[in-house]
């Protein structure tokens, strides 16, 4: 369906500042301007699944706001299907699909197939192709048992399969989703994913979306954005994202008591916080449970978490 | 037209999947619906008590007050009714789900209305429809073609004045969170103070309530007219034909308003 060459979006230096005022005084306020996004500037093309990932605060839902019309932009220019999100806000939100991950968009107290014919009037669709769009989601998303059941009465992951058709029955040529598979379980989550995988094939549907899940990048897209401090500080294929970033890992552990670095085969502490310690190793010749198994041999340990490549990202970027 | 037809047809099935919601919590709902009735039933039988202690307020007579009364209440009952919501943009706002309003393809001035429609509020308007039938027939009005004509003129523009006055105040709250008593002081304050006729207020109220926020157009300037009532504020009885254009100037005057508003929407972080 991706007809046009005309890219589903390009944004040029785009800022977005807010005034967060506080109090200094009994009177007195301060007015301080906060940088959410600060001077991105990328392009997605018809057909592309984009993963644009960062840390919350980062910027991103932001980014997210203004390209759907949420949000007014300070600064730099945007085009999203050719429009500018905020002057043509309606008409773009007949072209774009997006759900929040933690928002609905449906009818809560209303049986889910409720919330669908609802849509088919606001969004004016066509009888016959909203019929055909609602049975192929409900057959793809296996949502057959619980149409009459009120939204409010849905588990996370039946009413995000429902979101997911709320925001696709009008057909639209750009979708943006954000963190769509937060919270699901692992059935749903690859329910999720195969449908998207799925929706950009056969429509061409171009996607952009936002996760914390580096498995739901590996699994979706080819591209991915990293954006932190409100600028984007990687954009390119998600292969070489991995062969960049990816032989290491680091395990970040807190024992019971301060300790002098950790001697664990195959690791390499590359820093002490008192009784936090990060080590680095290489995946492809140690295993994290060989690494864990080590550690706990050697000193008695609180807690303990590997730092995902996103994370490592930051830091080498910041 | 085509445009406006579909946009009515989006608007009637919002409206009557919040009916159907509601519907899920009846015993509020119908609490709800006693209690306003009851209510501005009650706003009546003050004027009434009061109209025994003093027979006529401001020169007025007790029908004409009566009069006043319905006019006022009717178009505040179905601003009420039809508009009023705009002001849980402060709520959706604060949780976030104002968003989702400008996530379709619809104006948020005519999704939220229906999205939040109240039937319950209905309420309001019933005692004021019988007031004002009743208090017609009793005010020895000398009907013409052209005051028959005033009356639902009135209503109607009245109500458009209601409700643009309550889009501007709902408007604050893209700036300031929690502004909604301000705003509710304006609307309910408003649609209380012009029960009576305008002239028995201070001067500044009667600039800021009756002028500024045009509410003497909804009740009062063509009511003095209608009744042929002392008139001491000196209104020209040309003036009684000016509310459809009020009604028209107040609307732009609120588009423009929620539209700077949405401009400056922030948003929360998600």
Redesign the interface.
């Known amino acids: 369906m991706a007809s046009t060459d005309q890219p589903a979006i390009v944004a040029d230096h785009l800022e977005k500042t807010?005034a967060v005022r506080h109090r200094a005084g009994r009177l007195r306020r301060h007015r301080i301007e906060v940088r959410a996004v600060d001077g991105v500037s990328f392009r997605v093309d018809p057909g592309e699944m984009v993963g644009y990932l960062g840390p919350n605060?980062a910027g991103k839902?932001t980014t997210i706001?203004m390209l759907?019309?949420?949000?007014?932009p300070s600064g730099g220019s945007l085009a999203t299907l050719g429009l500018d999100p905020?002057r043509h806000?309606?008409?773009l939100?007949?072209r774009i699909g997006?759900v929040?991950g933690?928002?609905?968009?449906l009818?809560?107290?209303?049986p889910l197939a409720?919330s669908f014919e609802?849509l088919h009037?606001?969004?004016?669709t066509d009888r016959r192709r909203h019929e055909e769009n609602l049975g192929s989601f409900v057959e793809l998303l296996d949502m057959s048992s619980f149409m009459l059941t009120?939204v409010r009465q849905l588990s996370l992951g039946q009413r995000m399969r429902g979101e997911l058709t709320a925001a696709l029955l009008h057909d639209p040529a750009l979708v943006v989703l954000?963190?769509p598979t937060i919270g699901l379980d692992i059935v749903s989550k690859l329910a999720v994913r195969e449908f998207l995988v799925n929706l950009n094939r056969e429509r061409g549907t171009t996607v952009l979306l936002t996760t914390h899940d580096l498995d739901d990048v590996e699994h979706l897209c080819q591209r991915m954005m990293i954006i932190d401090h409100g600028r984007v500080i990687h954009d390119g294929g998600v292969a070489e994202f991995k062969s960049t970033y990816g032989t290491h890992r680091t395990v970040v552990v807190d024992l019971v008591d301060a300790a002098p670095p950790l001697d664990v085969l195959g690791t390499m502490v590359t820093r002490v916080d008192g009784p936090r310690q990060r080590l680095r190793f290489d995946r492809s010749t140690t295993t994290a449970a060989q690494v864990i198994a080590g550690i706990v041999e050697e000193a008695a340990i609180s807690d303990l978490s590997i730092e995902d490549l996103v994370r490592q990202v930051y830091d080498a970027g910041g | 037209m085509g445009d406006v037809r579909s946009m009515l047809t989006t608007y009637r099935h919002l409206v009557g999947a919040k009916i159907r919601s509601d519907w899920q919590y009846r015993t509020s709902f119908v609490r709800y619906l006693l209690s306003q009735t009851v209510v501005t039933a009650l706003d009546l039988a003050v004027i009434l008590v009061l109209s025994e202690v003093v027979p006529s307020l401001g020169g007025w007579n007790l029908s004409q007050v009566a009069v006043l009364y319905g006019l006022t209440t009717l178009s505040f009952g179905l601003g009420d009714l039809f508009v009023s919501q705009v002001e849980t943009v402060a709520t959706h706002i604060q949780l976030g789900t104002f968003d989702r309003f400008l996530l379709r393809p619809l104006p948020t001035i005519v999704q939220l209305p229906a999205s939040e429609f109240a039937l319950r509020r209905v309420g309001r308007s019933i005692p004021a429809i019988i007031t004002l039938v009743v208090a017609l027939s009793m005010a020895e009005i000398d009907w013409t073609v052209d005051r028959l004509a005033l009356v639902p003129m009135t209503v109607v523009a009245g109500t458009i004045i209601f409700g643009a006055v309550w889009v501007v105040t709902a408007s604050i709250s893209f700036w300031a969170v929690g502004a909604r008593e301000v705003a509710n002081s304006f609307t309910y304050g408003g649609g209380f103070a012009h029960q009576h006729p305008l002239h028995v207020y201070s001067r500044w109220v009667r600039t800021l309530l009756g002028w500024i926020l045009p509410m003497a157009f909804i009740a009062y300037v063509p009511a003095v007219h209608l009744l042929e009532a002392p008139n001491p504020l000196g209104i020209p009885s040309w003036l009684a034909l000016t509310p459809p254009l009020v009604a028209i100037a107040a609307v732009v005057v609120a588009r423009t308003v929620w539209r700077a508003g949405i401009r400056n929407h922030q948003s929360t972080g998600t």
């Open positions: 807010f605060g839902s706001k759907t019309g949420i949000l007014t905020t806000r309606t008409e939100a007949q997006v929040f933690q928002r609905t968009q009818w809560w107290d209303l409720d609802l009037h606001v969004y004016r009120p954000d963190e």
